[in-house]
């Protein structure tokens, strides 16, 4: 019973296009989070959700938009896909905001042609 | 606002040779460590953290790391690594008492284990 999915584990697509991941976490957790791993391993951080509020958005471009329709899920849509918006994209989740313990899901791993 | 540095981008070692991937961070106020592995094609799964009290604190896999507030390090380390420890390896640090709290990542260290 994996505590943090996120599908699909791989997108392939055109430039100019709009796709979504969905993620959903089971641990009863209020935080999650979206995080961008680029070819080099780096870990940055997108968009961070409490409770379905949105608490941190770091200066992504507004083609990405996050959803969180309740606490257990948050979806992120990206319109206009860039050559530069391949990467893996992660979803995680905390009990809380200060909780530096992330739960994270095995990664979506996007590749734009 | 807290920082976090892996000084070493990569790290190899022979099997059941031991190994210290190193990690700083800077902080002005007090702070919780952690540290992070990614195995190939997963996500990332916690290794161990340091909230308080005592400066050695072991994980999972046989990995401990010393909190040392002095130096502002929090270095992971493993008497005798396997071939299955090969992994990426992040340090992470979070103020967890501010309202804008966060966790921020060091860049990684990658761990190659030569048989």
């Known amino acids: 019973d994996t505590a943090v999915s996120q599908t699909p584990k791989y997108l392939v697509t055109q430039m100019g296009n709009d796709k979504s991941i969905k993620c959903e976490q089971n641990l009863g957790h209020d935080t999650m989070y979206w995080y961008k791993q680029d070819s080099k391993k780096f870990l940055k951080i997108m968009f961070s959700y409490n409770n379905k509020e949105l608490i941190i958005n770091e200066t992504v471009p507004n083609r990405f938009s996050p959803k969180s329709p309740d606490k257990a899920h948050l979806n992120l849509h990206i319109n206009s896909l860039e050559l530069g918006d391949s990467a893996v994209y992660f979803c995680a989740s905390s009990q809380d905001r200060a909780a530096g313990e992330l739960f994270f899901g095995e990664g979506s791993r996007l590749t734009v042609l | 606002a807290q920082s976090v540095t892996q000084l070493d981008s990569q790290v190899p070692v022979f099997e059941e040779a031991p190994v210290e991937l190193r990690c700083n961070y800077s902080?002005?106020?007090?702070?919780?460590l952690f540290w992070y592995v990614q195995y190939p094609n997963q996500g990332l799964q916690l290794l161990l953290k340091y909230l308080s009290g005592s400066t050695l604190v072991k994980g999972i896999n046989g990995f401990e790391a010393e909190f040392n507030k002095s130096q502002t390090s929090f270095h992971l380390r493993k008497p005798s690594v396997h071939i299955s420890d090969t992994a990426e390896y992040f340090c992470a640090v979070i103020t967890p008492y501010s309202s804008a709290s966060k966790i921020i990542f060091g860049s990684g260290t990658r761990l190659s284990i030569r048989p």
């Open positions: 902080s002005s106020v007090s702070v919780y």
